[in-house]
Structure formats: C-alpha cells, structure tokens
C-alpha cells in the first residue's frame, strides 16, 4: 500500500528532524506506561468477555417475552438489555472519550478486536479506494443512524440486533477481505468510529511520539498501528485507537503517555493537523441526529403527513400506505408501531432536511467568524480559519449527541425519587455546559489564529451557530 496523506491544512511548525516529545510540554508518566505494557497481554480475554456480553444483550431479548408497560430493568430481561445498551454503554463511551480518548475501541470494542482476528486469517487484499475515501466514514454514520431512527433501535430488540449485530458481520467480513494485520473496519468503515475520533480531541489523554519526525501525518501500513498512523509524525488523536501496542518503556520509540486539559488539542488544533472533513461530519452528523429526534417534537409534522399522503393516494398510488419490510422499517403491530412507506421517506427526509440545514447555519457562523478573524489580522488563509473556528462546534454537539442517544441515562435518577423536572434542569445544564465549552474554544482557537484585538466581535457569528445548535436539541429532547 502506497501511503495516502489525509486532509492536512497546517503548515508544518518549524522543527529539527527528531524532537523528544517526553522533554516537551507534556509530561510523561513512566509508571502509567508500564502499568498499560502489563495489562497489554490480557486484552484479548477482555475483548472475549466483552463479546460474550455483547451476544447476550443482543441476542436473548429478542426470545424473550413482550415486555409490560409497567416492567424495568429491575424485574424484566429486555428492558434490563434495554437499558445496558443506551443507559450504560452509550454514556460510558461518550464520557470516557473526553478523558481518556478512544479507549473503547482498543480496550474493550468486540467489533474491532473481531475484525482483527479475521484479518489475521483473511485474504489481506489492498482496502479499495472507496473505503479510503475520507467521506466514507460520514456516509457509513448517515445510513446508520437513518436506519436506525425507521427501524426503531432504542425500542425495538429486534432493530438492536440487526443495526448492531449487523455491523458486527460486516465487521468480520471486512476485516476478513481487506488489510494486513490492520484494523480497515476501525480506520475507515465503524459508524461511530469516526464519532468516537473527532470527540476524542477533547480527550485527557495524550500518546505522543518520543521521537517526533516533522512532515505531514500519512496513512501507512509500515507501522505496528493498526489504524495505519505513522507514529513519529503522530499529531492527532482521532485515528488512535489506544491498543497499546505502541507503548514501549524504557524504548526510544513509540508513543508517550501524558495528559492534558480536556480540549486542549483543539484550542491548539492548528498544531494537531486540523481536517476539513472532520468539520463537514460535526456539521453533518450533529444535524442528522438531531433529526432523529426532532421529527417527533414539529408539530407541523402530522400535517404533511397527511397533506402528501392524501396527494398520493389521490392518484392511485396506494402503495405509499403499505407497510415496508421490517429489516427497512419498524413494523410491530403487536406493540402498536407500524411504519409505512410514507413514515419511511417522511422520518429519512425531515433527517436529511434538517441535516442539511444544521450544516449550512454552522457553515455560515464558522465562515463568518473566518472572514473576520483575517480582517482582524489572522495570517491564516479563510479556509484555514472556517476549518480550524469549525471545531469549536464539537463540545455543544457532543453534550447534544449524549443527552439524545444515551436515552435511558436518566432512568435511575427517576427510580431514585427525581423528578422529570429535575431530570430536565440536568439536561439543560448538560447542554447549557457544552455551549459555554464551545464557546470558550472558539475564543481559544480565535487567540491561535492571531487574533488579538476585538476578538469578541469575530466570536460572535461561531457562538451564534453554537447557540442554534443548543437551542435545537434543548427543543429535541425537552
């Protein structure tokens, strides 16, 4: 495999070749490192025992009995399942990533451990172009989360262990045809990996090159990395997966282990190789879940259900009205949900719709504030600018995504004597906590490109687009 440089827009800082990353600013932790080199050998077995959950909370709901309306996860298998999977493992990977980073994906993430496996047996051909495409990873969230909303995910055990169960196949199967000894799946393909990796920037954290090299950071398979990143021209931490194979004490290569203060690669993301598509997957990927739940709360929304849906069968085309195939849509009359191809385009195009627009009102905040920052002195080109005050979106997107798809995060709460108020003013603390983030961020990556008088007027038009977006899913989800 040819290495295939991935979207770079910074200059690279002036450097000698080698820089000793321990002896920089951050601090290494030699007794952290050792601990992880002996905890490295035990992984596998975690992962076993990780699949073993992940099979029961799929696979035994759905041969359980119907669930009643007053059951919990106290007394009742599919609710309990219920619960593990959107009250516990959605709120642990989300929180864990703003301190430790992926560490999901290595440490505990069944999938990527799989796909490994059966690319150590596999046909180990070159990834297509196709996969390598940066947008691929946007596109494989889209269709996720398109199918999942129609299919009913959070409610249905049937739709959990298609959605899940699914990419869990396809895991095995690309790891299986693609890569040598390599994680495709995990650089290129997994739903949430590419989720996992923007967030991951606000990360604790930090594995860095001891030896740094300057140049730009290439995807290449001439590394012990599984997700092909060249180690001593590491400086990101998106596609880093913390398997821990390159944490090497007392060796002058590999990564270092140190931590930093949440978001501090992105109020310094000129440095940490900023990417233009990571910006178009905040603004998309944000809005697209946003429409999952938004579709529900638009109170115009049964109005156009029946004005097209009255226009269509008007002309005979009945089919508009018949339920679709239920791998496509939910369709369970016996719990009273029964999706019809009219629900289908209706749910998929208010998603796509408010997708779209999600992305063109962040779009239009972050180039504004761009345009200003250069004509209050920034040096860096309005691309370069738009991309870099882009990230500034990402705390108010991920406290959004949290609140959203962590659905059953509260229900304990409840069960402990709060009220659904007192549950809804911690929501809004959540969201309120993100925005004041973002927009600290976007006065933070403002000071890096140059801007030091009347900072706050170009801040504004970023944390007008911060404030859409918080405004949006405190509507959503309240």
């Given at each position: 495999m040819h290495p295939i440089p991935v979207t770079d827009i910074t200059e690279t800082p002036p450097a000698s070749r080698f820089v000793d990353a321990a002896a920089g600013s951050a601090t290494a932790h030699p007794i952290v490192e050792r601990v992880l080199a002996r905890l490295r050998p035990w992984l596998p077995w975690v992962h076993v025992f990780m699949f073993l959950v992940f099979l029961a909370v799929l696979?035994?709901?759905?041969?359980l009995p119907e669930s009643s309306e007053q059951a919990t996860f106290l007394d009742d298998g599919r609710v309990l399942a219920n619960y593990l999977l959107w009250g516990v493992w959605f709120p642990l990977v989300f929180f864990s990533v703003v301190i430790t980073g992926r560490s999901w994906c290595g440490f505990l993430c069944p999938m990527g451990a799989a796909s490994e496996l059966a690319n150590r047996y596999g046909l180990k051909m070159q990834a297509p172009a196709w996969i390598r495409w940066p947008g691929t990873p946007i596109l494989s969230f889209i269709i996720i989360t398109l199918l999942g909303q129609t299919t009913g995910v959070r409610d249905h055990p049937e739709a959990a262990l298609e959605i899940f169960g699914g990419t869990f196949a396809l895991a095995v199967v690309v790891g299986w045809l693609w890569g040598h000894n390599k994680r495709v799946w995990c650089r290129h393909l997994c739903p949430i990996g590419l989720l996992l990796g923007v967030f991951s920037r606000l990360g604790a954290v930090q594995l860095s090159p001891r030896k740094w090299k300057t140049g730009p950071d290439e995807l290449t398979d001439k590394t012990i990395c599984p997700t092909y990143i060249d180690l001593p021209r590491k400086r990101a931490t998106r596609h880093c997966i913390e398997c821990l194979r390159c944490i090497l004490p007392g060796r002058t290569a590999g990564l270092v282990v140190s931590f930093r203060r949440p978001g501090q690669e992105l109020e310094s993301i000129r440095d940490h190789a900023p990417d233009a598509w990571e910006i178009l997957f905040i603004f998309l990927g944000a809005g697209v879940a946003l429409g999952g739940f938004l579709w529900l709360m638009l109170p115009?929304?049964?109005?156009?259900?029946?004005?097209?849906?009255?226009?269509?069968?008007?002309?005979?085309?009945?089919?508009?009205?018949?339920?679709?195939?239920?791998?496509?849509?939910?369709?369970?009359?016996d719990r009273r949900e029964v999706f019809r191809w009219l629900d289908f385009f209706l749910i998929t195009g208010t998603m796509m719709t408010v997708m779209a627009l999600s992305a063109l009102v962040l779009s239009v905040a972050s180039l504004a504030s761009a345009g200003l920052a250069r004509l209050q002195g920034s040096t860096a080109s309005l691309f370069q600018a738009f991309v870099q005050i882009g990230y500034s979106q990402a705390p108010v997107a991920l406290m959004a995504l949290m609140i959203g798809l962590a659905t059953e995060l509260f229900t304990p709460f409840i069960r402990l004597g709060m009220t659904t108020a007192q549950v809804d003013d911690v929501k809004v603390a959540m969201i309120l906590f993100g925005w004041l983030w973002s927009i600290w961020l976007a006065w933070r990556i403002l000071e890096g490109l140059g801007v030091d008088r009347d900072r706050w007027l170009a801040l504004m038009p970023s944390a007008a687009g911060s404030s859409a977006m918080a405004a949006a899913w405190w509507l959503a989800v309240l």
């Open positions: 696979v035994v709901p759905v041969y115009f929304y049964n109005d156009w259900r029946q004005v097209i849906g009255t226009w269509f069968i008007e002309r005979g085309q009945y089919w508009i009205g018949e339920p679709g195939p239920s791998w496509l849509m939910s369709v369970h009359p």
